[in-house]
């Protein structure tokens, strides 16, 4: 071991005292440059919550809600001046923090910048927060206002009412006291209006001092709310009609048009219940479009969300209604051509069997038997040309337009149309070599089918000339009277041709004996009786039918008769005593306005009575109803006027008890007021009890001269008892209450003139003891 020497040993103590010192410069500055972070740090976090509070308030200051009525606006109110204090108690805290903040940008410490940006963000937010509470308070407050004024304004027009009600009364009393008691109430009325004067100009200043956004605010929010409801409506409906249209826009991209007719016709029922639905749609369409018109014209804050709703269902039911109709089109097409195959198949089979029955007459038409038998078959086959002549028409006609429409099966539909008019064309060409082949046989045929030609017409003519259907509905009678008479004008059409056969008839039968002329002879004589018979049946049809029309028109008018007098015994069967003179003597009036309008109707029974009688006179079928309707028709207006006449004497037997009660009533009212002066003891007081005796005396004589007034009632009472004993015990009872209150009253006015005789002789002996002392 070799001991180091004292000068390495000093020169390593000193390195290390260095080192160590260099170490302890080291460890200074990173404290200070950390305690320069948490100063920094600490003033963002400081800031930072004093921020998240400052937006936290922003948002609650920021709401719209300023109450709904004056309690919940007062309340609002109350809350922001509890926000007040607190904005209040953390203006300190935050002037601190920002004081800080200035210090660190003033001293250059670490993140200087970002500090003086944080101190300059802080305080404008802190303003704007000022800003933002004190427009808050301005607008709670004026809805504080506007509540106050809503409720100073309801209170006010509550009592307006009230005094317009008693100012435009009608009622002007019916004696000097009614009347006084009248103007007296109308005084104090006018007194009551210049007394509110101050308080209506008071709100009138408070509504011109109230903001636009309030005076306006209760229609702007009812049509506000109007409008949300509508935009809901609208977008639901649209909803609703877009799932319908997706589900039936996926049923028509899968159907296929079909080639058999019955296929065919299976997808056209489906398309014929299809379109019920669509115009139950179109509807539902056209509600959402009306909506959103009247949407934009008042809803400013949706346009683009109800133009893009409406034009998004617009495009989608044009969409779907295009392609319905390109579905029903090719659908249509296609039964149009099947159809357009079975009729031709239909009406070549009808060609085919009338040649084959044309053929079959090779063997007739050498005799009379054989022209009539031919006759008949060939009348019957010239009509069926004719039908199917027509039916040849429409179905080139046809031809034509499916040719037309359909190029690719044009050749096809073509060539059908070629095979039925060939099988047309031989079917005619038959018919004329049958006709030639007839020769001399033609007129008597032409005869023949003149001849069944009529008969069948004469036929349908008996058929329906002799119905016996009877009208049940006046327009059922009107309707048949016009067709009978239509038959008469085509009998008297028809009396030519009835001559003409005639005439030829007896040229051809002339000297003719054989079984085949005579048994046509016969049918001739068969004609004239049918055409006389047809004469006849005509007239007894139209007696008939005319009883018939003439019944129903009775019915009618009967319905209408019984109609009013049902309400004629309605209205006397609910006809009720009033209880008061002006609902008395008004149930008069109209009770008289009402038999002058039953003595009108009388005219209306009268005349259905003579029109019943005749009926009855004429015999008609219907007589017995006819004369029980009359009977009762007759029986029930002589009750209803017997029932009226006396339901007058009692409404009027009423209005005389009504007066009388109310002259009554006043009395009563005159003596109850008069009864609270009786009673009045203000003589207990010893002063001025000579003015107070001169007063009752006064008041005595005033009643004194009312009395006639009782008299007067007792007088009229007493009459209208003994004129009308049923309303005896109504009178005889409101006469004893009034004499009973009149004999209270005068006893209680003696009484008191006693006592203020004793306290007036009492008070004169006091004053004379008085002066003698």
Request: charged share 30%; with cysteine.
């Amino acid at each position: 071991y070799q001991p180091c020497e004292p000068a390495a040993v000093r020169e390593h103590v000193a390195t290390l005292e260095l080192r160590y010192r260099e170490l302890v410069d080291l460890a200074g500055q990173r404290r200070a440059r950390l305690e320069e972070s948490r100063w920094l740090w600490k003033f963002f976090w400081d800031t930072g919550e004093e921020e998240a509070w400052m937006r936290e308030q922003e948002r609650l200051l920021s709401s719209e809600d300023v109450g709904r009525d004056l309690t919940s606006s007062l309340r609002l109110l109350s809350q922001h001046d509890a926000f007040r204090g607190e904005l209040s108690g953390r203006a300190g805290p935050l002037e601190q923090a920002l004081a800080r903040g200035r210090g660190l940008v003033a001293e250059g410490r670490l993140g200087a910048a970002e500090v003086a940006e944080r101190v300059r963000e802080m305080e404008g937010r802190w303003r704007a927060l000022a800003e933002l509470a004190a427009e808050r308070e301005r607008r709670l407050r004026e809805a504080a206002g506007f509540f106050q004024f809503q409720a100073e304004a309801a209170d006010t027009e509550a009592w307006l009412e009230d005094a317009l009600r008693l100012a435009s009364s009608p009622e002007l009393g019916h004696d000097e006291y009614s009347t006084r008691s009248l103007a007296r109430q109308h005084r104090e009325v006018q007194e009551e209006v210049r007394s509110h004067r101050p308080t209506i100009d008071a709100l009138h200043e408070q509504a011109g001092a109230l903001p636009p956004a309030f005076a306006d605010a209760p229609g702007r929010r009812r049509q506000d709310l109007q409008d949300a409801l509508s935009l809901y409506t609208m977008r639901s409906e649209a909803d609703a009609c877009g799932l319908w249209v997706g589900e039936k826009e996926q049923w028509l991209h899968a159907m296929d048009v079909p080639d058999k007719l019955e296929d065919l016709e299976v997808v056209q029922q489906r398309f014929e219940t299809l379109e019920p639905e669509m115009n139950n749609l179109a509807s539902r369409v056209a509600a959402v479009n009306r909506i959103a018109d009247q949407l934009l014209a008042t809803d400013q804050r949706n346009q683009e969300s109800i133009r893009a709703t409406r034009e998004q269902l617009n495009a989608r039911w044009d969409r779907f209604r295009a392609l319905a109709d390109q579905k029903k089109e090719a659908l249509t097409s296609a039964l149009n051509i099947q159809n357009y195959h079975l009729e031709c198949n239909e009406t070549t089979s009808w060609m085919r069997e009338k040649t084959k029955v044309i053929e079959s007459t090779q063997g007739l038409g050498n005799d009379l038997a054989g022209v009539m038998a031919l006759q008949r078959k060939l009348s019957g086959m010239e009509r069926d040309l004719e039908a199917i002549q027509g039916k040849v028409r429409d179905l080139q006609a046809e031809a034509e337009k499916l040719a037309a429409e359909h190029p690719e099966q044009a050749p096809a539909i073509l060539a059908r149309l070629s095979a039925i008019e060939a099988v047309w064309d031989e079917l005619r060409r038959s018919l004329r070599r049958r006709e030639e082949s007839l020769g001399e046989a033609s007129k008597l045929q032409g005869f023949l089918r003149d001849l069944a030609a009529f008969q069948a017409w004469l036929s349908r003519t008996q058929t329906a000339v002799a119905s016996e259907d009877v009208p049940a509905t006046l327009a059922e009678a009107e309707r048949l009277l016009s067709q009978h008479e239509s038959i008469r004008k085509e009998i008297a059409h028809y009396g030519d041709d009835y001559r003409s056969t005639r005439a030829v008839g007896r040229e051809v039968t002339q000297g003719q004996t054989d079984a085949q002329h005579v048994f046509l002879h016969q049918r001739l004589e068969a004609l004239d009786t049918g055409w006389e018979e047809l004469g006849r049946m005509w007239e007894n049809r139209h007696h008939l039918l005319s009883q018939a029309f003439a019944f129903q028109l009775f019915l009618r008018d009967s319905k209408q008769v019984e109609g009013v007098l049902s309400t004629q015994e309605y209205a006397l069967s609910h006809t009720e005593m009033p209880g008061t003179l002006p609902g008395a003597e008004a149930s008069v009036k109209k009770h008289e306005d009402f038999m002058a309008t039953m003595e009108a109707n009388g005219e209306r029974v009268q005349g259905l009575v003579a029109a019943g009688r005749k009926l009855v006179a004429e015999g008609s079928l219907h007589a017995d109803k006819v004369q029980e309707t009359v009977d009762s028709v007759e029986s029930r207006h002589r009750r209803n006027r017997d029932t009226a006449q006396e339901l007058l004497g009692r409404l009027r037997d009423n209005w005389e008890l009504q007066r009388f009660l109310q002259d009554g009533q006043e009395l009563t009212l005159w003596i109850n007021e008069k009864m609270l002066t009786a009673q009045d003891v203000s003589y207990e007081e010893a002063r001025n009890l000579h003015t107070k005796w001169q007063k009752h005396q006064a008041f005595a004589a005033e009643l004194a001269a009312n009395k006639g007034w009782l008299e007067k009632m007792e007088k009229e009472g007493q009459q209208l008892a003994s004129a009308k004993p049923e309303l005896g015990t109504v009178v005889t009872e409101k006469l004893a209450a009034l004499r009973g209150l009149w004999d209270e009253l005068e006893s209680t006015t003696r009484t008191k003139a006693r006592r203020l005789f004793d306290a007036n002789r009492a008070e004169l002996c006091a004053q004379s003891c008085a002066a003698l002392r």
